[in-house]
């Protein structure tokens, strides 16, 4: 009897742990919201492309095809001017895969890969090149010498990538057999100048890994301004069997002086986390860093659908622990994409660029680390208009949508009475009828930070249907499940036309039993629900968010009511004295111990507001959030995130 009793006892013990809530580690990480409005074609034909942002603010791009092409942007990527060419191919000699840089003093280097074709002869060799441009890309020099391997294909050298050091230091990377003639091994070499390219000192060996394949790298430098980070592809990891993303990193202090990066560094690491991303297998990483430290990396991969397309992942400010898995480009049965890179606008906005069945195009995707709620007055009747007080003019926090083919948009305001919500759905199938599965948008809330795997106390679901009805859920400690109930207060519009619907509904705080305090943090998620025509049922949501889990949804807060036209002190990067931004009347107004050449503003789209070479810059009848970009005369940038309400 006294063993069964222990039994039971156990029994329910352990019971009773399975139905506790347990708090897991939120995840922090930004996602980033691929715009498929935003999607263009830079180059009709060509591949291996790249772009920048030059200090003028344009847009450069660079492609292979028939030699190296290059292209302008006047306005954020919306349209492109017609290619330019820049070198021919000479002598049966293809120039391939072009990478550029701007550097501080505002030369622009393009550098690139002369590949000989068959029959080889010595006097052809593949090599690395490149030209500069001092005139903003209108003028170009003469070939430059950077490096030559063998004559010989399995001997060559590949892919240039450039990168510059605060000295001043520009430094080449490229994948280099010429040293293993016999084994088929690669390494990662490194030249130098130390004129702004004008010339180049010999390569030396910065990663290898014996009887693999080191390639294809891609320089930054962190946020730190002290590492640099190399983003290679690997084929020497064990049980991989493929090329992977591989980081590795070198102290500035060191800058590879005597030192290289083998197999057994402990600088050489997986980039992407296989513990939460799927092992989507390929190489041609590209590297990058966004303006508040994270660091995002692409590569190509035929995961999930058997064709090559683009993976983008985010990681941290030490280029570790990347995932936020997402695939910028919705692609045809037919359709393939290669050899794709990543740029990072002043503003932080990410363009993707890819060559796709031999087009060269790109897309922007919008980095958010954190959902926001601004205060605001949104009046609910089914219609966006600016000026509501929702945090972007055209309600677009949120911008989904990428992954089944339906665009969708969300944004948040709050006041004293309630947390408002918008949504607008591109829809051209419309479906009302099926109850739990006909279309709406679902918000997800966890009011007390929980954090938990499964829907607990303080949980909240709200399903907005087309139909304009609302269906409403608590979480639950002990079935740790979604319970129906019914909540009263909420004020929800709906209005429809043939290709679109806007949602706009009215939560109560007291309806949800919480009081809206002034910078309180939750965490949030949204799903469509898409009923297609051919009765297949689609949702999306919120890039590697897990529907009931709260840990791996996004932080979401309310912002502190705006007081005063005072927006913030801007803390600059190794600049001793802070850079202060206010509004006065209707300019914005910078004070710097500094000398400033440039100041502009641009709408969280990447549109111009205003720009001037004075401390002031009119901003005119603007409101709302914007990016101020501050160009010093010691070629210093900043960038910080502003709101300008009157």
Known sequence: ??????????????????????????????????DTASRSIIFQSGGYARVIQLKDHRLMAVAENNGINIAFSNNMGRTWT????????????????PDLIQLKDGTIIVAYNPRPSEPYTEDRKFGIRCKISTDNGV?????????DASHLFADGCWEPSLLELPSGEVQIYFADEGSYTDSGEQQISMCRSFDSGKTWGSAQKVAFRSNARDGMPSAILLHDQNTIALAFEDSGWSGIGDFIPTIGTCPLSINWSNYWIDATNQKRWKAIDYTYCPKALGGAPYLRVLPWGETILSHQS??????SQMWVYVGDDKARNFKAMSSPFSLGSNDYALWNSLAVVDTGIVIAVSAIN?????????????????????????????????????????????????????????????????????????NSSHGSYSDGIS????????????????????????NKKYQTWHGDNTKLKWIRNELS?????????????????????????????????????????????????????????????????????????????????????????????????????????????????????????????????????????????????DGTTINKKILIKR
Request: with cysteine.
């Open 1 to 34: 009897m006294y063993r069964k009793i222990l039994l039971v006892l156990g029994l329910l013990f352990s019971f009773s742990l399975f139905s506790m809530a347990s708090r897991l580690e939120p995840y922090s990480s930004s996602r980033i919201f691929w």
């Open 82 to 97: 017609s290619l330019i060419k820049i070198t021919n191919n000479p002598n049966k000699i293809s120039e391939c895969t």
């Open 139 to 147: 003028n170009w020099s003469n070939e430059i010498f950077v490096n």
């Open 302 to 307: 035929a995961y999930g659908t058997g064709k």
């Open 358 to 430: 031999d087009r060269t195009e790109m897309i922007k995707g919008y980095p958010v680390r954190q959902l926001e709620a601004p205060y605001g007055h949104p009046v609910i009747d089914g219609k966006q208009t600016g000026g509501e007080g929702y945090l972007k003019p055209n309600a677009t926090q949120m911008i989904l949508g990428r992954q089944q083919g339906t665009r969708f948009t969300s944004d948040f305001a709050y006041d004293e009475d309630s947390l408002y919500f918008t949504s607008r759905v591109s829809d051209t199938t419309p």
């Open 443 to 466: 918000l997800f809330l966890d009011l007390n930070y929980a954090s938990d795997e499964y829907p607990v106390n303080g949980m909240r679901r709200f399903f907005f249907c087309r």
């Open 489 to 633: 207060g909420v004020h929800m519009e709906v209005k429809t036309t043939n290709n679109h619907y806007i949602i706009e509904a009215a939560i109560p705080w007291n309806a949800i039993g919480i009081a809206p305090t002034n910078g309180k943090l939750m965490r949030a998620n949204v799903m469509l629900q898409d009923y297609r025509n051919d009765s297949s049922f689609v949702t999306e949501m919120l890039p590697d968010a897990k529907r009931d889990a709260s840990w791996s949804w996004m932080d979401f807060t309310l912002l502190n009511k705006q007081t005063s036209n005072y927006i913030e002190t801007i803390p600059c990067n190794k600049i001793q004295d802070n850079t202060i931004v206010k509004i006065k009347d209707k300019d914005i107004e910078v004070k710097s111990h500094l000398k400033i050449s440039h100041i502009a503003a641009f709408n969280p789209e990447g549109k111009l507001i205003c720009q001037s070479n004075k401390h002031h810059i009119p901003v005119g009848t603007y409101t709302g959030p914007a990016i101020i970009n501050i160009d010093f005369i």
